[in-house]
């Protein structure tokens, strides 16, 4: 590249200033995009949870397909997509969601395996019914292996939606590449990338203190 | 589905597998891209581990930053790296991806050395074996199983990330996707798509059979795309 002419910093006040409205519109789309895709994720990995623990068959079969998926590059998925749900949020949301499943199912059905017989028997014997008991005893018995793994999905589906910006809908992703395609214009895309960062660093520490809220008994 | 038919008839136009443009080509620069980038992660991040396997040093360090690497977009960083005098183009692209190698491989063979059982050191000590010894004729054979999950992960992700060069300008399968969105022509997007799928399976499918080879009979396990060791979570 030739020696800017034009004053070019990577941090720049009145970018912020002048562009606030945008760089806020970018970030609620950023965590909307988030919070659907890990929470859609969840809603499936809880069934395939319980169908995985049925037998070693069915776990192999869903975590094996859960890492086909997995494996499957995000830009590869967004462009085999595009073609049928369009350059809109839909797209994005399908194809995170789907990579939320691994490490969530394998979370989550770490986490009910981990409940002892003993428990669920002392349960049954009260007379719980399959659904109580699930809903009272196992889940929030493997909350923090399913927490966990909603730490990693969480922090990893903010860093991919930045790719989304190949479909017009990357969140902060779209300030990136718009500051790419802008003339390369440092202080976006620095300030972007920064935010995305940060995004990914309080969302694990709330993570964290609902970990803690939830999860009594942990605390010592 | 037109798209479908579209796609097919892409991929089975003798025009689209020659020249310089053709798939063949662009394969043939993205594991270029990719095989540096991996390459040069491993010479930096391999020594690393050991030594602080070895030692039994700065775990959490290696730990951590498996997990903050997580947290940074890999497309923010080589857009970042595009604008600087690193440049446009695979230059940026390469030093992304190493970057974005280096915590899987680092990780997975520092605890493939860090727990190789004491008492086989101890054994190994008792038998007179200096520290290099140690560290070359028990630990790192038997660190080879995670070196090589590390290595297959790694390998995976550049593989998979490496589509995005084509956004800096760079080459690589990712130039279908990128002007099949450009140019707005859904085949030739659709077509990159499962192309850079299919090389991201192959890649997984061969370096897993890499590493179950590699793996002991008894400790080997089922080998699962995409589990890896140092995915195991915070709290694992």
Redesign the interface.
């Known amino acids: ?1 030739a020696v800017d002419e034009a004053p070019n910093p990577w941090i720049s006040w009145s970018y912020l200033q002048d562009n606030s409205d945008a760089i806020l519109a970018a970030t609620r789309q950023h965590v909307t995009l988030t919070a659907i895709s890990v929470g859609l994720g969840l809603l499936l990995a809880v069934p395939l949870a319980l169908l995985a623990k049925r037998s070693r068959r069915l776990e ?1 079969l869903i ?2 397909l ?3 998926i ?11 997509l ?3 749900t369009g350059l809109t949020e839909k797209t994005v949301v399908i194809g995170l969601t789907a990579y939320t499943l ?2 969530l199912v ?2 989550v059905l ?1 986490g009910l395996q981990g409940v002892p017989d003993e428990v669920v028997e002392a349960a049954r014997g009260m007379g719980l019914g399959p659904v109580r008991l699930l809903l009272t005893v196992e889940l929030p018995l493997a909350a ?2 399913i927490l ?2 909603v ?2 999905a969480t ?2 589906t ?6 989304g ?3 017009s809908n ?1 969140g ?2 779209q300030l ?2 718009e ?2 395609n802008n003339n ?1 214009y ?1 202080a976006e ?2 300030t ?2 920064l935010l ?2 940060l995004l ?2 309080v969302a ?1 520490a709330l993570l964290l203190a609902v970990e803690w809220a939830i999860t009594p008994w942990r605390r010592r | ?1 037109s ?1 479908a038919s579209d796609t097919v008839a892409w991929l089975t136009d003798g025009a689209h597998w020659q020249g310089v443009d053709g798939v063949p080509h662009r394969l043939v620069e993205h594991l270029a891209i990719s095989g540096l980038a991996v390459g040069v992660a491993a010479l930096i991040a391999l020594p690393i581990a050991v030594t602080l396997g070895h030692l039994a040093r700065g775990g959490s360090l290696a730990v951590n930053l498996s ?1 903050a690497s ?8 080589l ?2 790296f ?2 600087t ?1 690193i ?2 183009g695979n230059r940026a692209a390469v030093v992304a991806l190493t970057l974005f190698a280096i915590p899987p491989l680092l990780t997975n063979a520092y605890i493939g050395v860090r727990d190789v059982d004491r008492e086989v050191r101890e054994a190994a000590s008792g038998m007179g074996m200096t520290g290099g010894q140690l560290l070359r004729r028990v630990e790192l054979p038997l660190a080879l199983p995670l070196i090589a999950a590390g290595l297959r992960t790694a390998a ?1 992700q550049v ?3 490496a ?2 060069a084509a ?2 300008g760079g080459g690589g399968l ?1 130039r279908f ?2 002007d ?2 450009g140019q707005a022509d ?1 085949a030739m ?2 077509a ?3 192309l ?2 299919a090389l ?2 192959v890649v ?1 499918v061969s370096l897993a059979g890499l590493q179950r080879r590699l793996t002991p009979g008894p400790k080997r396990q ?1 080998v ?4 890896d060791p140092s ?1 195991a ?4």
Request: proline share 7%; glycine share 12%; aromatic share 8%.
């Open positions: 590249m192999s975590l094996g859960a890492g086909v997995y494996t499957i590059p995000s830009l590869a998925l967004f462009a085999v595009a073609p049928i691994l490490v394998r979370n770490t923090p292996a966990a793994g730490r990693i922090v990893s903010i860093a991919l939606v930045t790719v910006a190949v479909v990357g902060l992703g990136i590449f500051g790419f390369f440092r895309i620095l972007a990338t995305c960062v990914a660093a694990d | 589905m798209t997990n997580r947290a940074v977009p890999t497309f923010g960083l857009i970042l595009a604008v005098p440049g446009f995976v593989v998979a990330t589509t995005l956004y800096v990712g996707i990128a099949g969105f859904p997007t659709t990159g798509g499962v850079v799928a991201a399976l997984e089922r699962l795309p995409g589990l995915l979570g915070p709290s694992a």
